[in-house]
C-alpha cells in the first residue's frame, strides 16, 4: 500500500450539474453511436439540457486497429446515423495528417542524428 505522501493532489469529486446517461447503437458493421442522455442528480432526465452524441468505428491496419472518434451535432439518434459517414471520413483525414505529420519529425530527427559529426575521444 502506498502512503498519502505519494499519491498527487487530484481532484475526483463528480459534478452533480453535469451528469449524463450513456446509450448505445451499434449495427455490427462499422458504427458505434453512444448518445450521453443528460440526467438530473435523482437519475431522471433534464430536459433543459441537449443530449450529447459520439460517434466512433475502428479501422484495421497493417500494425493492428485504429480507432477513428468524433463528436457529432445531433440532436437525435436518426440525426447521428446520417452525420456518421462525413463525421468518420473528417475525423480519418485529421487522424491521416497526425500521422504523416508525425512520420515527417521522425524522418527529420532522423535525418538530424545521422548528420551530425562524431570525433573519437570526445
Known amino acids: 500500500?502506498?502512503?498519502?505522501?505519494?499519491?498527487?493532489?487530484i481532484d475526483f469529486s463528480v459534478d452533480?450539474?453535469?451528469?449524463?446517461?450513456?446509450?448505445?447503437?451499434?449495427?455490427?458493421?462499422?458504427?458505434?453511436?453512444?448518445?450521453?442522455?443528460?440526467?438530473k442528480i435523482d437519475g431522471t432526465d433534464d430536459p433543459d439540457r441537449e443530449p450529447v452524441f459520439?460517434?466512433?468505428?475502428q479501422l484495421m491496419t497493417p500494425?493492428?486497429?485504429?480507432?477513428?472518434?468524433?463528436?457529432?451535432?445531433?440532436k437525435s439518434f436518426e440525426a447521428a446515423i446520417e452525420e456518421f459517414p462525413q463525421a468518420m471520413r473528417d475525423s480519418l483525414s485529421k487522424?491521416?495528417?497526425?500521422?504523416?505529420?508525425?512520420?515527417?519529425q521522425q524522418q527529420q530527427q532522423k535525418q538530424q542524428d545521422q548528420s551530425r559529426i562524431y570525433v573519437p575521444g570526445r
Open 54 to 57: 459520439y460517434a466512433s468505428t
Open 63 to 74: 500494425e493492428g486497429p485504429l480507432p477513428i472518434q468524433a463528436a457529432l451535432k445531433a
Open 95 to 104: 487522424t491521416i495528417e497526425q500521422i504523416q505529420k508525425q512520420q515527417q
Open 16 to 39: 452533480k450539474n453535469n451528469l449524463y446517461r450513456e446509450e448505445g447503437i451499434t449495427d455490427h458493421k462499422v458504427a458505434s453511436i453512444r448518445r450521453l442522455v443528460p440526467i
Open 1 to 9: 500500500m502506498t502512503n498519502g505522501a505519494n499519491i498527487p493532489d
